[in-house]
Each structure stands twice: as structure tokens, then as C-alpha cells.
């Protein structure tokens, strides 16, 4: 038993447990999604409906596997001879979907319900939290004042010259020994 569906602009011949990929879709992945664009119809028997332009109540139900980006395309133009060229990329927003079921007047399963999520614990710490980032303010405020003024050193001390530094002597040409022959 096959089916020709059609979606995104395309036709594609799905049977039962097809794997597709397809232009993107609504839905997550674990939904289903149901094609009512059916164009042709086969069953198990061999007899054929062909729609004009679709068959009457036949619906296809897919499971969403995946949703992302295909692999990127490079377009590349060249006009030889007058230093033209442009590269441009793209990555199409595609689908894989596995076909489930093939038969007349399916209706979606609804995905299963999500839990709602547990209340964060970070909103009531914050007012906690401020109260300590007041005290660690206070205690610094306390030590500066505490402490004495720094030493004044001598400003000749402090602005001592700064010796140059020495130069690496230059390298002594190699002492010449002559071999003397005995």
C-alpha cells in the first residue's frame, strides 16, 4: 500500500514506515502531522484512486522525527573575463518525518502534554541575597576607615633613575689555528 502526497511545492510516493525528509513543517518533534493532500492512492490489492486533483477523504498521519537545517549549498556565478563572481550559501529548514498510517479520514493525535515547570527557588532567595550584599558593603566601608594612611615615600626614591640597560658585547670573531704539518 503506497500513497502520493503532497507537501511543500513537491510530491513523494510514502508508505507505511517511510522515512522522509521533507521542507519544514509545523510541529515538534514526537508530534503528528496529517497530509490531506493526497494525490494518488494504491492498496493492497493493486487497486489505484487518482485524484482529481486529490482522492476524496484519504489522509496520510506522520510522527515529526527531527527538525533542522540540511546541509549547506554553495551558489556560485562567474562571468568569465570580467572579474565577476559571487558566492552565496544557503541551508533549507527541512523535516524528517516516519509515515505511520495510510487510510481515510484520519484525524492528528494531539502530542502528549508537557509538565508545567516547577517554580524557580531563585526568586524568593533575591531579597535574601540583597541583604547580604549590603552587610559585605558595610564591612568594607568599616576596614577603610580603619586603616592609617599609607606612608609617603620620598619622591626622590620614587622616581629613582632607571639604569639603561647594558648592551650584550659583541661576539669575538673565532681564534684561526693552523694545522702545521710535521
Known sequence: M???IKTGGKQYKVAKNDVLKIEKIEGEAGSV??????LAFTD???NTKVGSPLVENMTVSAE????KKDDKVLIFKKKRRHNYRRKVGHRQQVAWIRIQ?????LKAKKAPAKKAAPKKEADTKAPAVAKETKKVEAKTEEKVAKKPAAKKTDEKKAAA????????????????TENKDK
Open 2 to 4: 503506497f500513497a502520493v
Open 33 to 38: 502531522v496529517v497530509f490531506d493532500e493526497v
Open 44 to 46: 493492497d490489492k493493486g
Open 64 to 67: 515529526v522525527i527531527e527538525q
Open 101 to 105: 498510517d495510510i487510510a481515510e479520514g
Open 161 to 176: 633613575p632607571k639604569t639603561e640597560a647594558k648592551k650584550a658585547p659583541a661576539k669575538k670573531a673565532a681564534a684561526k
